[in-house]
């Protein structure tokens, strides 16, 4: 498989749930990201890794935690989301950060929606 | 504070015509990187095209330019001889500084 893949494609989970978004990147590239897209806002980004390390938490909830146990893996595992959590979850990657070299490549998404 | 605007949600372009969506940001940044992506109807989101600050030339990728005014802090994308497979969402996306913002999309319809 190439470029960035991410499952479950489509997942709905109560609110007392604990579920885990997954994604892997096949293009061997150093930072990872992981943003989340609602309808008429744009893209916030939540988290960034690179070279497995976190660099970035914009003021994400407690309630959203990422993973990142190597550069070609990611993962955000939630726990006892609200409704508002609904959304598209788009996870990226890029081969490095801050630099040219830092377009990024996102995956198809997950779309979460919080019952 | 950093922003990326995009003032059109919605534009509309007749096939074969050329239409221009607009993106204009702030940034105290003097070294950055801007980015058009593309995300069509439940497909991923795909770069179209990107520009380096440092560079005075436009990005030019086959049917899609870019016009980059750096001191207006505008950088518009071209799409020339639309077809109906550029329908989509258009993100503009500056990152400066390990810092990264997206605009809110443009929606653009193709009409055949």
């Known amino acids: 498989e190439t470029g960035v893949t991410q499952t479950p494609r489509h997942l709905v989970m109560g609110m007392t749930n604990k579920k885990s978004l997954k994604c892997e990147q096949h293009?061997?590239?150093?930072?990872m990201y992981w943003y989340k897209q609602s309808a008429k806002k744009p893209l916030e980004l939540m988290f960034v890794y690179n070279f497995k390390e976190q660099t970035e938490n914009n003021s994400v909830p407690s309630r959203f935690s990422p993973e990142c146990p190597n550069s070609s893996h990611l993962f955000l595992h939630l726990h006892t989301l609200q409704p508002e959590d609904s959304a598209l979850y788009l996870c990226?990657?890029?081969?490095?950060?801050?630099?040219?070299?830092?377009?990024?490549?996102f995956g198809p998404g997950t779309r979460l929606t919080v019952t | 504070a950093q922003t990326v605007t995009q003032s059109q949600p919605e534009m509309s372009v007749q096939e074969a015509e050329t239409v221009t969506l607009s993106c204009t940001y702030d940034t105290s940044e003097s070294d950055y990187y801007l980015f058009w992506y593309k995300q069509p109807p439940s497909r991923q989101m795909i770069l179209v095209i990107r520009q380096e600050a440092y560079k005075q030339q436009n990005a030019t990728e086959n049917r899609f330019s870019v016009n980059f005014q750096k001191a207006a802090k505008s950088f518009s994308l071209k799409i020339s001889d639309s077809q109906l497979g550029d329908a989509a969402m258009y993100f503009c996306?500056?990152?400066?500084?390990?810092?990264?913002?997206f605009g809110t999309g443009t929606s653009l319809t193709v009409i055949p």
């Open positions: 293009l061997g590239h150093n930072a």
């Open positions: 990226a990657s890029s081969q490095l950060l801050g630099t040219s070299d830092s377009e990024q490549y």
């Open positions: 996306a500056f990152i400066g500084g390990n810092q990264f913002y």
